[in-house]
């Protein structure tokens, strides 16, 4: 499980981003001793790191640039301070992605999910069922059958393949896919989804996609 | 400065002297001195009166007209006290000290009204930072805890942060001080954080969003520009008609990059096209829906005049909207 450490002094923001740290899947562990948190944050070797700007005895972007001089954990900037200086600063310190405060829990989580895989060797293919899933040339593939996605469909793939065995909501999905640029409404998810299953089903998975009423799809 | 005014001005002097003459003629006729001796004194003292006064009238004419002529010049009527010398006459003496003290007392209160006008802008923006931490506490919150009222809460907390940031950046278009930076933005990705911004509100107003020819670079501040088009983009999203879509697109010209907003919506009715960004300006749609502030584009003029960028809207009512914004290309490259 991927560790990830929160270093942010609000206490009601700690507990809900460690609970949905939790949820998502990751181990979320929050840092509370401020006065040595160089020497803490090496005590916990954690996978990543969401920062705030504003924390107590150091500032967040000194942190992060005596930090850097250590180690390379990926770290994202979470802040209220919504400026371009401050995001040009923290990236020159070396942040891996800033987010502002308030932010939206999804697309925290998909920064969260990019960062890693970004620093993290990447894997070619997942192989799901004895179906290998190929992202960079977008197609799926079992045996000698190869089947194209297109674009969306691969997206709505890996988000269900990333959440394995858990629900995944519309509403996550469509923030995925408008994360990355794809901005389709309800009708065309549901047309998309619908031809995802078919697609798997051509490649010998039946009922892949199950659908939860009111709450979502889950990936078995 | 005029003879005429000067002259009626100084007409008791004048008719004083005149009576001061007349007596003394009166005295020389009296005393039977003769006549030619009065006659040359007469024009003697006449031929005086004229000579001082004459000097008189240029030496101040020169002054007068040197200081209106400057006033009259200046952009800032203040600063006047720079630029006059200090006269050779009495009267003019109190002016001059006068002015030089109602200025700087004047630029006391200036500056005070200065400091309380940073004060209060840094309180706002410390105040919206230390908002945002329970906004963002309350999304996660909602987050964690799913319900049937989540949607609903998510709503009104986006609401929210909407108000929030408008306050922060009208005090930020309001004052003169810099605080952006202009750098190479992708369009695309400023488009992007809008987008996901609306998300929820675009699917629950079932609108389509329409984007092309989007991936060009452009010199903004992404977090202006993304204010700005976030709020155009609730505008539309505010003033609809059936079958809704917005649709963003940008067109690159000779020298510029033209960023287009374009919805089906309710439009703005010719009479107050030429008024919309106005402060305070609400206008028939406005009042229609009462919620309206009249800020929203206000501000979004003020921050486009200061990151050079040009902003304007054409629309025809009940039929569309569209808004297009100018960048400068870099000539540079």
């Known amino acids: ?220 | 400065m005029k003879l005429r005014k000067y002259i009626k001005d100084k007409w008791v002097t004048i008719i004083i002297s005149f009576f001061f003459l007349l007596i003394t003629i009166s005295f020389l006729i009296a005393f039977k001195v003769s006549l030619e001796l009065i006659i040359a004194l007469t024009i003697t003292f006449i031929l005086f009166i004229i000579i001082i006064f004459i000097y008189k009238f240029y030496r101040k004419k020169h002054y007068y007209d040197v200081f209106l002529n400057n006033l009259d010049r200046l952009d800032q009527k203040y600063l006047i006290s720079e630029l006059i010398k200090k006269p050779n006459f009495y009267e003019g003496e109190i002016l001059y000290e006068s002015i030089y003290e109602i200025d700087k007392s004047m630029t006391e209160r200036v500056s005070e009204y200065k400091q309380s006008v940073k004060d209060f802008k840094e309180f706002i923006e410390l105040w919206i930072h230390e908002v945002k931490i329970p906004l963002a506490s309350l999304s996660l919150i909602v987050h964690n805890n799913k319900s049937a009222v989540n949607k609903k809460i998510k709503e009104q907390i986006n609401h929210l942060e909407d108000y929030t940031e408008q306050i922060l950046y009208y005090v930020r278009s309001e004052n003169p001080e810099k605080d952006y930076l202009i750098k190479k933005c992708s369009l695309d990705e400023i488009v992007k954080n809008v987008a996901l911004k609306n998300q929820d509100n675009f699917r629950y107003k079932h609108t389509d969003f329409i984007v092309s020819d989007l991936d060009k670079t452009i010199l903004t501040d992404s977090k202006w520009l993304e204010f700005i088009i976030n709020q155009i983009v609730s505008n539309s999203l505010k003033y609809q008609r059936e079958n809704p879509y917005i649709k963003i697109t940008a067109l690159e010209k000779k020298d510029e990059i033209q960023l287009i907003i374009f919805d089906n919506g309710k439009g703005i009715s010719s009479s107050d096209l030429p008024r919309v960004f106005e402060k305070s300006f609400t206008g028939e749609n406005g009042r229609d829906t009462s919620k309206s502030t009249g800020m929203g584009l206000y501000i979004c003029y003020n921050l486009c005049q200061k990151l050079g960028h040009t902003i304007k809207i054409e629309s025809v009512k009940d039929k569309f909207t569209k808004v297009t914004i100018s960048f400068a290309k870099d000539t540079l490259v």
Not at chain 1, 7 to 33: F, H, P, Q, S, W
Not at chain 1, 54 to 63: D, S, V
Not at chain 1, 71 to 80: D, Y
């Open chain 1, 1 to 220: 499980m991927k560790k990830i450490l929160i270093i942010e002094d609000d206490t009601t923001i700690n507990v809900e981003l460690k609970e949905m740290l939790d949820n998502a899947g990751y181990e979320g562990v929050i840092l509370k001793d401020f006065d040595n948190s160089l020497d803490e944050i090496t005590n916990i070797n954690p996978d990543l790191i969401l920062l705030d700007i504003n924390i107590p005895k150091i500032n967040g972007q000194m942190l992060l640039k005596e930090l850097r001089k250590s180690s390379n954990i990926p770290v994202i900037m979470v802040t209220s301070r919504k400026s371009e200086v401050d995001e040009v600063l923290s990236m020159s310190y070396g942040a891996d992605d800033y987010v502002t405060k308030p932010y939206n829990p999804t697309l925290l989580l998909l920064k969260i999910n990019a960062v890693l895989k970004r620093t993290n060797i990447p894997t070619n293919f997942i192989n799901y069922h004895g179906v290998k899933v190929i992202q960079a040339k977008g197609i799926i593939k079992k045996d000698d059958l190869e089947i194209i996605l297109t674009k969306n469909e691969m997206i709505i793939l890996n988000c269900l393949l990333n959440n394995i065995g858990n629900i995944v909501t519309r509403d996550d999905l469509m923030t995925d896919l408008w994360n990355n640029k794809e901005y389709i409404n309800d009708n065309a998810l549901s047309v998309n989804i619908s031809r995802l299953r078919s697609k798997l089903k051509e490649a010998g998975i039946d009922d892949a996609i199950e659908t939860r009423k009111g709450q979502g799809y889950i990936l078995k």
